[in-house]
């Protein structure tokens, strides 16, 4: 059974960072590329980044360019986004997916929210 738990989402003030996880079980996690997704208020859900399964290759939406990273961890089978220099814009519920054959995989989402 496919399960995607994230994690490290809360309130931060603008400027500030966070780090997002995602862990990974129920499937060869190192076979398969990774994705982080974000859904704000009244908007449809985002593809924020995504990263191949060596990581070799990073995939990023223009606009958060420099400032959000992904990476993963194949060993611990988990994903990551760090988040720098957030904007109040960037509050949203934040997701993780895979794409594994013709099946998206969804965690539950982690609440981001920029304020001060």
């Known amino acids: 059974q496919v399960q995607l738990v994230e994690s490290g989402g809360g309130l931060v003030q603008p400027g500030g960072s966070l780090r997002l996880s995602c862990a990974a079980s129920?499937?060869?996690?190192?076979?398969?590329?990774m994705s982080w997704y974000r859904q704000a208020p009244g908007k449809e859900r985002e593809l924020v980044a995504a990263?191949?399964?060596?990581?070799?290759?990073?995939y990023y939406v223009d606009s958060l360019k420099g400032r959000f990273t992904i990476s993963r961890d194949n060993a611990k089978k988990t994903v990551y986004l760090q988040m720098n220099s957030l904007k109040p814009e960037d509050t949203a519920v934040y997701y993780c997916?895979?794409?594994?054959?013709?099946?998206?995989?969804w965690g539950q989402g982690t609440q981001v929210t920029v304020s001060s």
């Open positions: 129920g499937f060869t996690f190192n076979r398969y590329a």
């Open positions: 997916n895979s794409k594994i054959g013709r099946n998206d995989y």
């Open positions: 990263i191949t399964i060596t990581g070799n290759r990073l």
